[in-house]
């Protein structure tokens, strides 16, 4: 796939579970834009089964992605690559915008979100000393 050349054009995504005290187990979303190597704010939700819960979880996560961008500056389609369970996709796919394409690949997606987890975690681990 050739490289972005300008924002919206490439966005990859993932979503992380994880256990906390407060809130039991919780899923957050990411997401990162290729061409502006911007991390859009990442949306936590308390994992559910109730179909309701994960659509608007979901619907939260694109809409934090779109806010702020303008069809004038930017790109008039984006391709989403992501890791996000087969199950999700049918539902991704109605929320994103005609045109937009999602892409399954999670070999890429990994390799992306590797050093800016990396970095996270080293960050966490170094903010108390």
Same mark, same amino acid.
């Given at each position: 796939? !050739?490289?972005a050349r300008q924002p919206y054009e490439t966005i990859y995504f993932t979503n992380l579970v994880s256990q906390t005290a407060k809130d039991g187990t919780v899923v957050t979303y990411l997401a990162w834009d290729e061409f502006a190597d911007r991390i859009y704010p990442p949306?936590?939700? +308390?994992?559910?089964? /109730?179909? +309701? /819960?994960?659509?608007?979880?979901?619907?939260?996560?694109f809409n934090g992605i779109n806010d702020?961008? @303008? !069809? @004038?500056?930017y790109a008039k389609n984006t391709t989403y690559i992501t890791d996000i369970e087969p199950e999700l996709q049918p539902i991704i796919r109605g929320l994103i915008m005609p045109g937009d394409n999602l892409v399954? /690949?999670?070999?890429?997606?990994?390799?992306?979100?590797? !050093?800016?987890?990396r970095n996270f975690s080293d960050f966490l681990n170094n903010k108390d000393k």
């Open positions: 796939m !050739p490289k949306v936590v939700v +308390n994992q559910s089964e /109730d179909l +309701n /819960d994960i659509v608007g979880g979901l619907v939260k996560f702020g961008y @303008n !069809p @004038n500056l399954i /690949d999670h070999k890429r997606t990994a390799e992306v979100f590797e !050093p800016i987890l």
